[in-house]
């Protein structure tokens, strides 16, 4: 199906800022900006758990009609998360919120299915690249294959991966947007083009950033092999949430770093302090 009515070079009628102020108008929230790095959790494991075990506070400005934002400190990196934005409309509506209310970096960390085999699972997945099955990248881009981390990005961050505590390896993704139409044929030309695992937001996350200029990293926690066998969906300890944190905290400090001031630390080895 081609596009219908697509300007990619024209502004939006409807604008997330616009949204946001009367959000705040109605609800009488603070105009606060957001952390300058700010984490979507589709699977919500991040963001109950700082509710839950107080080491995260709700953000009194986050306008967002449809969820909440729990602010941390992770060793002196200050990170809003949003949980449950699962789907790419879904993460596409939020990200967009997330840099109108001041944002400079966004990192998604989405449990995916295995497509091809791993040296070991659970394992995250820097995403390089995104197969584009899903409506929403079309809204942004062009129609192409393929939605990518942008360059710099790629540049500043696969060569320190191997610095990190948890292993990471760069590889593609597939996005859907029908994660019960994963049938054999479309897993099969999924891998053909060369896609290691399949999630639902990358895709459509890239193409706004290449569309914005925004700064956007998604990682895919490859927990599962689509529930074929038995005691799937397993991720680690804390259900991954202390990995997640860690490797969030080395992302940001690694872009940040250089372009915005945000000093270079020593690494957490283990889960970041949390508070």
Not at 199 to 208: D, H, K, R, S, V
């Amino acid at each position: 199906m081609d596009a219908i009515g697509k300007d990619y070079g024209a502004e939006s009628v409807f604008r997330p800022g616009n949204l946001l102020r009367e959000a705040r108008r109605q609800r009488n929230l603070p105009d606060q900006p957001v952390p300058r790095v700010c984490l979507l959790d589709p699977d919500g494991d991040i963001a109950t758990y700082l509710a839950e075990s107080g080491g995260g506070r709700r953000h009194a400005g986050w306008a967002c009609y449809h969820t909440d934002m729990w602010v941390t400190d992770l060793d002196g990196t200050t990170v809003g998360v949003v949980g449950r934005a699962v789907g790419a409309p879904f993460a596409v509506l939020v990200a967009e919120q997330m840099f109108a209310s001041g944002a400079d970096l966004v990192v998604s960390i989405t449990s995916a299915g295995q497509l091809q085999t791993l040296p070991k699972t659970p394992c995250f997945v820097l995403i390089d690249k995104a197969l584009r099955d899903e409506g929403t990248s079309l809204h942004y881009l062009p129609p192409e294959p393929w939605s990518v981390l942008a360059g710099h990005l790629e540049a500043e961050l696969e060569p320190v991966m191997h610095d990190w505590p948890e292993p990471v390896i760069a590889a593609r993704s597939w996005t859907t947007d029908a994660p019960y139409r994963e049938t054999k044929a479309a897993i099969d030309a999924a891998v053909e083009a060369g896609a290691t695992c399949v999630e639902m937001e990358a895709a459509a996350l890239y193409a706004l950033a290449g569309a914005r200029g925004y700064d956007i990293v998604c990682l895919a926690h490859i927990t599962n092999t689509m529930a074929i066998t038995e005691n799937d969906f397993e991720k680690g300890e804390a259900n991954g949430v202390h990995a997640a944190l860690v490797l969030t905290t080395h992302i940001a400090r690694t872009i940040l770093a250089k372009s915005r001031a945000l000093p270079r630390t020593a690494m957490p080895d283990g889960p970041p302090n949390v508070g």
